[in-house]
C-alpha cells in the first residue's frame, strides 16, 4: 500500500518499471528487450538479473545463474531507493529464484505486477522442472496479471495445449479462477489467420464467469519474433503504469507490437529468428523504410477487399458478365487517356533524365497499346466502342484525384498516386493467373478471357511496375518529412480507387455501395 500511495504522488512523472528477467547478450529477448519496450512505451526502465545467458538468434547455449542472495540484494536495493510504478517479471529458471521474487513482492507490494511465465522452448520442451512450476503458480497469484503462451498456459493449468482459440479461452478462465489474477490468454501459437489476445479478468465476486475482453490482431508475416513474449509483457505493464486500466494498456502495447513486427525487417540482426524493431515508432523511423513497404504495408485491408470482389472472382472464374467486361474495358480506355496526361505531367516534373524519359514511355503506352487493346477488345468481342458513354462516378473520381494531386506539384506526392495503378492492376493480375490459369493451357484456350488475362504477363509491363516502384522508394527517401507522409495518403487514396474502379460494373446496377474512395478521409493511413 505504501508504494502505491507513493507512486500515486509522483502525479504525471514518468513511471519507473523494473523488469526482472534473465539477459540476453543478443539484445533481442530478456532484460535487453524489457529496456527497450519500456523505454519505447514510456516508462523509465531499471533492470534486475535473474540469470545470464549465453545465446544468439539461433539459440542458448549455456545459462549461469547467479547467487539468490545476490539476487536479493539487487531487488532491495532498487526498492529501498526508486519508487517502483510497475515491476515485470521474465525469466526465473529455477523455484529458489522464483521463490526469492515472491517473498521480496511480499514485502514491498509494487502497484503492478506483470509477470510473463518463461516456462516452455520454442522448441516445446519444458524449460523448469515440477517444484519450479508450482513456484510460478505460487508467484502468480501474487502478480496483477499473467501472460502465457499457449504451451506455458497448458503447463499452468496441467492440461494439453489447447488447439483452438475457445480451448484457450477456456483454459486462461480456468486459471483466473485457481488465480484470483488476470490473465492474458495469447493466440500467436494457435494455427489461425488471425492472431487475438484476451484479457481475462478475475471473477466479479458474484458467481459468473470470469470476463474476457478480447482484441483481435493481423497474424505479421516475419521471423523475427525473438523476444515478442518479452517485449509485450513490459510494454503492457509500462502502459498499465501510464494509463492506470488494463484494457488500454494490452490494446496500446499489442498496437505497439504489431508495428514493432512489422518493422523488423529493417534490422539486420543474426542469422536466426531476429529481434523484433522496438524503436519504429521514433521521429523519422518510419521514413527509414522503403516507401514501397510503408505503403504495401498500409493497403493490405484494400488489396484483399479487391481480390474478395465479384467482379475479381467471376473474371476468375470465367463467368463474369459480357456487360461487366466490357463497362470495365470502357472505363479502362476512358481512364487511360486522362491517365497518360497525367504520367506527362510526372516526366515534367521529373528531376532526372531517366524518370523524364521512362514517364514519358509510359504516357505513351497508355495512349498506343494499352487503350488500343482495351478498344479492339471491344470491338471484337463485345461489340460496343471504347468511345460510347462518358466516364462513370469512380473513373471520374479517380481521375480527379490524380489531376489534383498533380496540380499541388509535389513529384514525390504525383509519384506516389500513380503507382497504384501499375502495382495493384499488376497484383490482381498475377493472382487471376497464377490462381486460374497455367499458360498454354487447355483452360486458358477455353476459358472466355483467357486471352485478355494472359496479357497480365507482358514482361515489358512487370518492367515498368518494377521501374515506378524504384522512382518512387528514391522519391520518398530524398523528400521531406510532409512529402513522405502526403506520399502515403495519396497512395492509399488511389489504392481505394483502384478496388472501386474494380467494382464499379457492379456498383452501376445498384448492387453495391457508392463509390467508397470517395468518402475516405484524406489523412487515412494506416499507423
Not at 502505491?4 to 514518468?14: D, M, P, T
Not at 528487450?33 to 523509465?44: E, F, M, R
Not at 540482426?269 to 523504410?289: I, K, T, W, Y
Not at 471520374?396 to 484525384?401: E, K, N, P, T
Request: charged share 20%; hydrophobic share 45%.
Amino acid at each position: 500500500m505504501e508504494a502505491v500511495r507513493a507512486a500515486a504522488s509522483r502525479g504525471s512523472a514518468v513511471p519507473n518499471i523494473l523488469s526482472i528477467a534473465g539477459s540476453d547478450p543478443s539484445g533481442g529477448a530478456g532484460i535487453q528487450a524489457d529496456i527497450k519496450s519500456i523505454s519505447a512505451n514510456g516508462g523509465y526502465a531499471l533492470a534486475v538479473v535473474t540469470a545470464l545467458t549465453a545465446q544468439n538468434t539461433r539459440g542458448v547455449t549455456g545459462v549461469h545463474t547467479p547467487p539468490v542472495d545476490f539476487l536479493r540484494q539487487q531487488l532491495d536495493a532498487v526498492a529501498q531507493d526508486i519508487v517502483l510504478d510497475a515491476v515485470k517479471i521474465g525469466m526465473l529458471g529455477s523455484a529458489d529464484v522464483a521463490r526469492c521474487i515472491g517473498s521480496w513482492l511480499e514485502q514491498v507490494r509494487p502497484a503492478v505486477v506483470v509477470l510473463d511465465p518463461v516456462m516452455v522452448a520454442t522448441s516445446g520442451a519444458r524449460l523448469l522442472d515440477d517444484d519450479a512450476v508450482r513456484a510460478v503458480l505460487d508467484l502468480a497469484a501474487r502478480a496483477s496479471l499473467v501472460t502465457p503462451n499457449i504451451p506455458e498456459l497448458a503447463v499452468l493449468v496441467g492440461a494439453e495445449p489447447a488447439a483452438s482459440w475457445q480451448e484457450a479461452l477456456q483454459q486462461g478462465r480456468e486459471l483466473t479462477d485457481r488465480l484470483g489474477t488476470a490473465v492474458l490468454v495469447k493466440g500467436g501459437h494457435l494455427p489461425v489467420p488471425r492472431c487475438p489476445d484476451a484479457l481475462i479478468l478475475p471473477p466479479d465476486g458474484r458467481g459468473g464467469s470470469p470476463d474476457a475482453l478480447v482484441f483481435d490482431g493481423r497474424r505479421v508475416a516475419t521471423t523475427n519474433t525473438h523476444g515478442t513474449g518479452c517485449s509485450f509483457s513490459s510494454a503492457i505493464a509500462t502502459r498499465r503504469a501510464v494509463t492506470g486500466d488494463w484494457g488500454a494498456a494490452v490494446r496500446e502495447a499489442k498496437a505497439w507490437l504489431e508495428q514493432a513486427l512489422a518493422s523488423s525487417d529493417l534490422l539486420r540482426v543474426g542469422q536466426g529468428s531476429g529481434p523484433v524493431h522496438h524503436f519504429h515508432g521514433l521521429p523519422d523511423a518510419r521514413h527509414h523504410r522503403l516507401f514501397t513497404d510503408l505503403a504495401w504495408h498500409d493497403t493490405a485491408d484494400i488489396r484483399r477487399e479487391i481480390l474478395d470482389l465479384p467482379f475479381v472472382t467471376a473474371l476468375t472464374d470465367g463467368v463474369l458478365p459480357a456487360a461487366d467486361f466490357a463497362f470495365y474495358l470502357q472505363q479502362d480506355a476512358l481512364y487511360l487517356r486522362e491517365y497518360s496526361g497525367i504520367l506527362a505531367r510526372a516526366a515534367a516534373l521529373a528531376p532526372t533524365e531517366s524518370e523524364q524519359l521512362f514517364w514519358l514511355r509510359c504516357a505513351t503506352s497508355c495512349l498506343e497499346t494499352e487503350a488500343e487493346l482495351h478498344r479492339s477488345w471491344l470491338d471484337v468481342a463485345t461489340g460496343a466502342r471504347s468511345g460510347e458513354g462518358g466516364p462513370g462516378p469512380v473513373t471520374r473520381a479517380y481521375c480527379d484525384h490524380l489531376a489534383a494531386t498533380s496540380a499541388r506539384g509535389s513529384y514525390a506526392e504525383l509519384v506516389a498516386a500513380v503507382l497504384p495503378c501499375f502495382w495493384l492492376y499488376a497484383t490482381v493480375g498475377d493472382y487471376v493467373r497464377e490462381h486460374v490459369l497455367q499458360e498454354g493451357s487447355a483452360e486458358q484456350a477455353v476459358h472466355p478471357y483467357g486471352a485478355w488475362i494472359a496479357t497480365y504477363a507482358d514482361p515489358a509491363f512487370a518492367a515498368a511496375t518494377a521501374e515506378a516502384r524504384r522512382i518512387a522508394d528514391r522519391a520518398h527517401r530524398e523528400g521531406s518529412s510532409a512529402e513522405r507522409d502526403a506520399m502515403l495518403t495519396a497512395f492509399r487514396w488511389s489504392a481505394a480507387y483502384e478496388r472501386d474502379f474494380f467494382d464499379a460494373p457492379r456498383a452501376r446496377r445498384g448492387h453495391a455501395a457508392p463509390p467508397q474512395g470517395a468518402d475516405l478521409r484524406e489523412d487515412a493511413v494506416l499507423p
